[in-house]
């Protein structure tokens, strides 16, 4: 980072400590305005700031509206941000005399030898660890915008009191604040939930929070990804297996996720014995390497699961596709010997490659290292973290490290991927480990004649086939490539006299292996052309008279464009040239 940027939002530092001044900023004017409302808590946040606050009832657009003017004001102040320290005992009555007993709660749950800090900024005090701006006048006033305001538990325990958190983002520039606010309003348009019910592809509903209706369309959207995986699968050579959904505690306990995971795991009782339904798909697949002796002369061997999970996630965390409670992953587990090890790392990256380049989708990498709940030593952490760094490093790729959050048996590389509105989702993981062949003592038989033991990856490229779904509608805006989309071509009639010629071009499409459907209502054209058009379906056939005496039809985009009257083996051309080279258009 460069002198020069250091007090940009290209330093995340600058960035964060600009977000959390606002946040106290916030604070300020909600005293102001209602000094009776109580503080909690109000960090920075990935994009933007908020604030826990006890106030009676939510807080409407209006009274956003007052809290953001009193915030511009408090910028125009240009009050000085100044820190103290306080010993324990007056930290809280400092807090118990302004009647803030959130803050005397977090002050009383400090350890013993914490320092406690405040900061001041004119008639306004907060606890806070920091770091902040010098000054509220480093603040673009005219570039603050309350976003939201949501119900939160005080220190996200239910069984606490019910908080209002206001949301809020700030720019140094107000152009800044007003892009970030279009491509909100963009992903408004795009969110996946709203997309998926107007296109009839899959629901939400309360019968099933958590677990995703899909309907005929989104279940067409949703095998057309899943052969896709299949054939870029056995280009690479994979075998593809499938595993039980229900395994008995003992298999649990071995890979060591009762142990790890056992919260999120949906459990019951079967002839006495605990069972539970599979988070993940590893342990299954352990068993299917262990039922059968292996050579050297197999490895790598390369196994794939699209494997049916059930986690049991909080309902306060459940996000339309992107955060559900049963999910179909596209799991993979490669075994390998030591001595391959970088070049299958390197082979899945190029796999993975290969599939995002398709969905015109890019990645950042990053690499996880040792969490504190931890299987194995320091020392095989460590040599698989580098193996990790020097497999892509040799492809000429750049990674973040995220310290500490590895997978309980190793060191991981997660691929974030960069959708249409520049979002990041993180979908692909390679998992190195070591640790689950030896806990279930996996072998093979090597070129020495002796047994040793294989090492492996977990692997997923698209994370979960349904969130994945909801990334790319979201990246498509429901408008998904000819070879995804659910219906490829709508042929549409002008007249009823072209009923049976519509008919024949829509059966001759379809024996070509391609999704098709007719409008022949008895509708203006201009009507269906809208409709279809809504439907996002990427090809319209426009049928009249003058089409059927000349056998041809007329082709129009999605987009609006009209390519004008062709032959229908011309249209059948130009559509596979699409289909088969899986164009984005």
């Known amino acids: ?112 030898d914490a320092v406690i800090s405040f900061y001041k900024q004119g008639e306004f005090t907060d606890l806070c660890a920091g770091p902040h701006l010098d000054s509220t006048g480093r603040i673009k006033g005219n570039a603050i915008k309350l976003t939201a305001c949501n119900a939160a538990y005080w220190r996200g325990d239910s069984s606490r009191q019910t908080l209002q958190r206001i949301y809020g983002i700030a720019f140094p520039k107000k152009d800044e604040l007003d892009e970030y606010l279009a491509r909100i309003e963009e992903a408004k348009k795009r969110d996946h939930r709203k997309l998926g019910k107007e296109l009839g592809l899959y629901l939400l509903m309360d019968e099933g929070p958590g677990f995703p209706f899909f309907l005929p369309k989104g279940m067409v959207l949703k095998n057309t990804l899943i052969d ?112 391959q090890m970088q070049d299958v790392i390197q082979e899945t990256v190029r796999l993975f490659d290969e599939v995002y380049n398709v969905f015109g989708l890019k990645y950042e990498i990053e690499l996880s290292t040792m969490p504190e709940d931890h299987i194995g030593t320091v020392e095989e952490w460590e040599r698989n973290q580098d193996i990790l760094k020097a497999a892509i490093t040799a492809m000429g790729k750049t990674f973040v490290v995220n310290e500490g959050d590895g997978a309980f048996y190793g060191p991981k590389l997660d691929f974030h991927l960069a959708d249409s509105l520049g979002r990041t989702w993180q979908c692909g993981t390679i998992q190195l480990d070591s640790q ?79 999704r098709v459907e007719t409008d022949t209502r008895n509708e203006k054209i201009g009507k269906k052309i809208r409709e279809a058009t809504l439907e996002k379906v990427p090809y319209m056939l426009v049928v009249g008279d003058r089409d059927m005496e000349s056998g041809a039809v007329s082709v129009r985009h999605r987009s609006g464009e009209d390519l004008g009257a062709m032959s229908l083996d011309a249209f059948a051309a130009l559509l596979k040239a699409e289909v088969d080279g899986k164009v984005i258009k």
């Open 228 to 339: 896709y995986w299949r054939q870029v699968h056995k280009k690479y050579g994979y075998v593809e297996i499938s595993t039980p959904i229900m395994l008995n505690r003992q298999l649990w306990e071995r890979s060591g996720h009762w142990d790890h995971y056992k919260n999120n795991m949906y459990t019951t009782v079967i002839d006495d014995t605990d069972f539970a339904v599979k988070p993940m798909n590893c342990p299954g697949g352990m068993l299917v390497y262990a039922s059968e002796p292996h050579s050297y002369r197999e490895l790598p061997l390369r196994v794939g699961e699209l494997g049916l999970v059930h986690r049991h996630e909080l309902s306060g965390a459940l996000h339309g596709l992107f955060r559900v409670r049963c999910f179909t992953q596209d799991d993979a587990h490669v075994f390998m010997t030591r001595d």
């Open 1 to 112: 980072m460069s002198d020069e940027n250091l007090y940009t939002f290209e330093n995340e530092t600058y960035r964060k400590t600009y977000w959390h001044t606002c946040s106290h900023v916030l604070a300020q004017a909600m005293k102001r305005l209602h000094p009776e409302v109580k503080l909690a808590i109000g960090p920075a946040i990935e994009n933007g700031f908020y604030y826990d606050f006890d106030t009676p009832a939510p807080f409407t657009e209006d009274q956003l509206s007052e809290l953001e003017a009193e915030m511009r004001k408090i910028c125009k102040e240009k009050l000085k941000l100044e820190r103290f320290e306080l010993p324990r005992a007056e930290a809280v009555k400092f807090m118990e005399e302004k009647g803030e007993p959130y803050k005397v709660e977090l002050i009383n749950d400090l350890p013993e």
């Open 436 to 514: 689950l062949p030896e806990r279930f003592e996996l072998e093979y038989v090597g070129e020495d004649g002796q047994k040793h033991r294989p090492v492996m990856i977990h692997r997923v490229v698209l994370g979960s086939i349904e969130r994945f779904i909801g990334v790319i509608t979201e990246h498509f805006a429901g408008a998904f490539p000819a070879w995804l989309a659910p219906v490829q071509v709508k042929v549409l009639t002008v007249t009823d006299r072209v009923d049976d010629y519509a008919a024949g071009v829509a059966a001759r499409l379809d024996e070509l292996g391609y």
